[in-house]
């Protein structure tokens, strides 16, 4: 009875060994950006239901940034010139766990789930989000140094006026969109300008999404969880 009891036990170490294991450590080139930029203004979309989902994606237990510790410095520099200016960044998502990538997948083939639709993606079909690049399978915020943001007033925190929300499935969220006002045009110009001047290169279909050039992993994919 003694061994049996020894055996179990056993067991259940190393069970408890595997599954602590299994849950993806946070690397050490990774940083919580509010520790380099105190005054970061952080709001993850996917942490909460106002996404395109409508509902809080898996890997987000927190609302915490994370990204690769040569990304976080380099926003540092785009934060300081723009207070410089009497303007800040404002940020809606940077390190992404693969697992919540996943979750996009599985949220893309359940054709009936279109909850927010109207907001996000109201000119096109949920069927094509695959085909249009929309949804994919691997995203390069999982990779560390990829970061969706834009600028606000450094006063009252109201974002400038871009010319399409966040998110916004569609040619108007397209850097070069043409059918926005002069206004909107320059700010889009401003925040690629900025951006572009510290480092990080845009994606010319969102006008909020850039990486950073030299990215320290260009080719792995992390599934970390953003916790506190």
């Excluded at 915490?64 to 785009?78: E, F, I, P, R, W």
């Excluded at 889009?188 to 950073?212: A, D, I, P």
Aim: proline letters at 4%; aromatic letters at 14%.
């Amino acid at each position: 009875m003694k061994y049996y009891k020894n055996n179990v036990f056993l067991l259940l170490l190393v069970v408890c060994f595997i599954s602590i294991q299994q849950k993806e450590a946070i690397p050490k080139s990774f940083v919580q950006v509010k520790k380099i930029i105190p005054d970061l203004d952080v709001e993850l979309r996917y942490f909460s239901r106002h996404n395109f989902v409508g509902d809080t994606i898996l890997g987000y237990q927190s609302n915490t940034l994370y990204l690769t510790k040569s990304a976080a410095q380099q926003l540092k520099l785009v934060q300081d010139e723009l207070q410089q200016n009497g303007l800040c960044l404002k940020v809606y998502d940077g390190y992404r766990p693969q697992r919540a990538v996943n979750d996009f997948v599985r949220w893309a083939r359940q054709i009936n789930d279109t909850v927010n639709k109207s907001q996000f993606y109201p000119n096109v079909n949920k069927r094509s989000l695959f085909k249009e690049g929309y949804i994919a399978s691997k995203s390069g915020h999982s990779r560390g140094s990829t970061i969706d943001l834009t600028i606000t007033d450094g006063e009252t925190g109201i974002p400038l006026d871009m010319g399409s929300p966040y998110d916004f499935f569609g040619e108007e969220s397209w850097v070069a969109y043409s059918s926005i006002t002069d206004e909107q045009k320059a700010n889009r110009m401003f925040l690629q300008t900025v951006m572009l001047k510290h480092g990080f290169r845009n994606y010319s279909k969102e006008w909020w999404h850039f990486t950073l050039r030299d990215e320290p992993f260009p080719n792995t994919y992390f599934d970390f969880e953003i916790v506190d």
